[in-house]
């Protein structure tokens, strides 16, 4: 059963805004938050943020912060990432993943649960 899944991605041109979107169909009380990677082509998995269920405290990765943003809607299990000015660089899949612990970093053996992926492709 697909407990994470995304959706929001598209084609857009450099400067544009997205935003996506990850239902965590399977959230309990006791889960910690949601975070969000992603993987360019020919590159590995990288952090880019993430936010607690219960305080809505986020962190985001030095190379999209100050254009993306992270919030969450607990009521409809959801947690969103906001891209804005995007660039060219910014052109990879989006994961959404579920921490094992109370933690989210940059490791992602941190995280027990995947969504398949929502493309985001940024370019003129």
């Known amino acids: 059963q697909v407990r994470l899944v995304e959706s929001g991605g598209g084609s857009v041109q450099p400067g544009d805004s997205l935003r996506l979107s990850c239902v965590d169909s399977?959230?309990?009380?006791?889960?910690?938050?949601i975070a969000w990677f992603r993987q360019a082509p020919g590159k590995e998995r990288e952090f880019v943020g993430g936010i607690t269920w219960i305080y809505g405290r986020s962190v985001l990765a030095d190379s999209v912060r100050g254009r993306f943003r992270i919030s969450r809607d607990n009521a409809e299990k959801t947690v969103y990432l906001h891209l804005s000015t995007l660039r060219p660089d910014d052109t990879a899949v989006y994961y959404c993943a579920r921490p094992r612990r109370a933690f989210i970093g940059a490791d992602i053996n941190d995280y027990d649960e995947w969504g398949q992926g929502t493309h985001v492709t940024v370019s003129s």
């Open positions: 399977g959230r309990t009380s006791s889960d910690y938050g």
